[in-house]
């Protein structure tokens, strides 16, 4: 019959399928290509068979990467079977399935506002001819949503894969498991926009397995969700289980994509993050700065996600330093990533005021409170016109804002400030939410600071309710509030309900972190006050010794809360008339004070006792001494005319007079 007749064309189109199967991709086009060449003269340019070939061809050319000859071949194959659908020749099934086959052609050619159109035509087709729930209809979903999560249209994202997954678990058919996962992946990144993290977690999690299942252990695609899971355990304090899947995803993208990749680079800064929760400083920054190499060295393309990465590897690195008090690297390093981001998305974006937070936290930890503020009221400002005035993030900024206020003793500003928060942690998260609770805490100090003991009992005893609710009654921050309650109660005389308290909170601490740590001796001190002040001396100098004793094992013996705790037990010893063993502790905690700026207060008041004793034991050359330095340095602190200041002076003049006088 010849090398051109129709029989020829059509084994030659046969053999070409059977290539394709095999993957012998050259063999199939030529195959494809000559049946073409003999079908169009035989049977004309509209025949379905020329279609069929064209399609198949422009198949062919899309996997080669040349998408302009594959849209402009299975286009032409579109155009031929609509013709013969309108005249009832062709079934509405394979014009949907070229349909199907041209969109994913610009799918994968970066097209996708022409391939969203294209597979939205094959979805109406398919719906039309097989019904809602045949998984054709499941397949224009999967790839409709993917690329309208690639567009962050995640309202739409979300419905068309949720419906997506409905067929495909109807269906359930282990044919479809991986097109699945796919689905569930997608819809996994959705609810992590959303901060759906339990339902995102889900989607993600049932992603690995049937990955696993259809793909094996080591398949590339098991990279993506083991990174996600990582990620959303990260925040969760959940290190060691985020690290497994991270180190999962981590060797994956090293041995797929290369050590040199972006995928590889995402994946290790994940892996860094959990080396900061664990304290791992100089392993996260070694990570980090491979990291920042590996960006870097994309950057020249302009891609504005790889010059996000970077600023996001430079605050990273910015809190590692802060955390090691190196605080000039801390700034330099968030200061770079603030000017990236301010030139990728201007000054009022989110993540600017994300990194302005992260700065005024360095400001605030470097005791530099002005410039702080001015960041985190910048940070605000942000939060307020991109969230607006009563988002979680403007609370959490409020709060800051609050906490730094009341290190300047501007507690007005302070408690306005965390009643904001208040508000909007109670609008958000309700009454017990446990942010409520710290920040309850936060106006009990305010109040505490401002001498509203009232009102600052009421706030630590809110924050009490809602910890023991929301925490448990062992957890440490129960243990900070009774401790804060009793000492209230301690001011309205009612020591034994003080005792009650501060002896728990002491109890929680010590289950908690042992005996020796040094909120034990915070602890200890704190009951020593009360008892002292109670008057039962006894045991006042037995908590105040065991506090001694954790001080000097932790701190030394020339710390400041050494001093404190001598001075407190000179006093009792001075009230019990042992003034050998009074002077003994006055004048070790002189010795300490004078070693510590900032002691001039604490100095004043031991010299004060001290003169004292010196007064009673008639040495009144060594008193005078005493109360003369106590008054001057009174007079410096707390001015000429502190009840403190004249108190001094007027032992100054007593002991100048017997001196005179020479009895």
């Not at 924050?463 to 925490?471: D, G, P």
């Not at 002189?590 to 002691?599: E, L, P, S």
Request: aromatic share 8%; charged share 30%; proline share 0%.
């Amino acid at each position: 019959q010849g090398s051109d007749a129709l029989e020829v064309g059509h084994t030659q189109h046969q053999i070409g399928g059977i290539y394709d199967q095999l993957e012998q991709f050259d063999n199939s086009l030529e195959c494809f290509t000559e049946a073409l060449r003999i079908f169009e003269p035989s049977l004309g340019e509209d025949d379905l068979a020329v279609a069929l070939a064209k399609n198949n061809i422009g198949i062919n050319y899309a996997r080669r990467k040349d998408y302009t000859k594959a849209i402009e071949l299975c286009s032409e194959a579109l155009r031929i079977r609509k013709l013969h659908a309108e005249e009832g020749n062709q079934s509405r099934c394979d014009v949907a399935d070229t349909t199907f086959n041209l969109a994913s052609i610009y799918d994968e050619a970066e097209n996708y506002d022409k391939a969203l159109k294209l597979y939205s035509e094959a979805l109406a087709s398919y719906r039309e001819s097989l019904g809602d729930d045949d998984i054709e209809v499941a397949n224009c979903l999967k790839f409709i949503g993917v690329i309208l999560v690639a567009r962050h249209d995640y309202d739409e994202a979300q419905h068309t894969l949720l419906e997506a997954v409905r067929i495909y678990k109807a269906e359930d058919s282990i044919l479809h498991n991986v097109d699945l996962a796919t689905v569930l992946y997608n819809l996994g990144l959705v609810y992590e926009k959303r901060q759906d993290l339990e339902k995102a977690l889900n989607c993600h999690a049932q992603c690995l397995r049937i990955r696993k299942s259809e793909l094996g252990e080591n398949d590339k695609d098991i990279a993506h969700p083991a990174l996600h899971i990582g990620s959303i355990y990260l925040p969760r304090g959940k290190v060691d289980e985020a690290l497994v899947f991270l180190n999962t995803a981590l060797e994956l993208y090293g041995s797929e994509w290369g050590k040199e990749s972006g995928e590889y680079a995402d994946a290790l800064s994940k892996v860094a993050e959990a080396h900061i929760a664990q304290e791992e400083y100089d392993l996260a920054l070694s990570e980090l700065h491979v990291c920042l190499s590996i960006f870097k060295k994309k950057d020249g393309t302009g891609d504005s996600e790889n010059s996000e990465k970077i600023a996001n590897i430079l605050s990273l690195i910015g809190t590692i330093h802060n955390r090691q008090v190196e605080y000039e690297e801390a700034m330099k390093f968030y200061s770079g990533a603030l000017k990236i981001r301010i030139k990728l998305h201007g000054k009022n974006h989110d993540k600017v005021a994300t990194t302005m937070m992260e700065i005024g936290n360095v400001l605030e930890d470097w005791g530099d409170s002005d410039e702080a503020l001015d960041c985190y009221s910048e940070c605000l400002r942000i939060q307020r016109l991109r969230q607006g005035g009563d988002s979680i993030a403007v609370a959490e900024t409020s709060n800051k804002l609050g906490g730094v206020h009341a290190e300047r003793e501007q507690h007005d500003m302070a408690l306005k400030s965390f009643d904001e928060a208040l508000t909007i942690y109670k609008s958000h998260l309700g009454n017990n939410a446990v942010e409520v609770g710290h920040t309850w805490h936060q106006m009990g100090k305010a109040h505490d600071a401002m001498e509203q003991h009232d009102e600052s009992l009421h706030c630590f005893t809110e924050a009490l309710r809602i910890f023991r609710t929301q925490l448990g009654e062992e957890d440490l921050t129960v243990a900070l509030a009774l401790n804060n309650v009793g000492v209230n109660y301690a001011r309205r005389k009612e020591y034994a309900k003080a005792i009650e308290l501060c002896s728990e909170a002491l109890r929680i601490r010590k289950v908690r972190l042992g005996e020796e740590h040094l909120d034990i001796a915070d602890g200890l001190y704190n009951l020593a006050n009360i008892l002292d002040e109670w008057r039962r001396y006894d045991e006042a100098l037995k908590f105040y010794s065991q506090a001694l004793a954790i001080y000097r094992t932790n701190l030394g013996d020339d710390d400041i809360e050494v001093a404190n705790c001598l001075q407190f037990m000179g006093t009792i010893f001075m009230k019990e008339n042992e003034q050998n063993r009074a002077l003994t502790c006055f004048n070790e905690a002189i010795r300490i004070y004078r070693q510590k700026d900032g002691g001039e207060d604490e100095l004043a008041g031991t010299l004060f006792y001290l003169g004292r004793i010196f007064a009673k034991r008639a040495e009144f050359k060594s008193s005078l001494d005493c109360f003369t330095e106590s008054y001057q340095l009174r007079k410096s602190q707390l001015g000429e005319n502190h009840v403190d200041t004249v108190e001094a002076a007027r032992f100054v003049a007593a002991i100048e007079r017997k001196l005179h006088s020479g009895r």
